[in-house]
């Protein structure tokens, strides 16, 4: 029921930013949370960060934490990731995701999320 599209990735010079946008269809959108995954070559999809339906909530993996901030807007039907002080460790494959995690579980966990984008490349050369 739910298309996310990811954009906004690119090649970045270290300690430089970017903002990457999810913009998801349906009118549903606002009902989900949202979430955040990256994956580079030869790793298992990571959990990036997480924001409630509302956006009254946010999760950040350690890695990130303190550099990236998660937010959305409803009304537009997206979702943003802004990354700060970007390192040559955060190059990888950005994802989307949609989900209904239940109340008290982990966020981080992949499979709470049942939709997600095809991805777009952030590179942070050194």
């Known amino acids: 029921q739910v298309q996310l599209v990811e954009s906004g990735g690119g090649l970045v010079q270290a300690g430089g930013s970017l903002r990457l946008s999810c913009a998801g269809s349906?009118?549903?959108?606002?009902?989900?949370?949202m979430g955040w995954f990256r994956q580079a070559p030869g790793k298992e999809r990571e959990f990036v960060a997480a924001i409630s339906w509302s956006g009254g909530s946010t999760y950040y993996a350690d890695s990130v934490k303190g550099r990236f901030t998660i937010s959305r807007d409803n009304a537009k039907n997206t979702v943003y990731l802004q990354m700060n002080s970007l390192k040559p460790e955060d190059t990888a494959v950005y994802y989307c995701?949609?989900?209904?995690?239940?109340?008290?579980?982990?966020?981080?966990?992949?499979?709470?999320?049942?939709?997600w984008g095809q991805g777009t490349q952030v590179t942070v050369s050194s």
């Open positions: 349906g009118r549903s959108f606002s009902s989900y949370a």
């Open positions: 995701a949609a989900g209904r995690p239940p109340y008290g579980s982990s966020w981080y966990l992949k499979i709470w999320y049942d939709y």
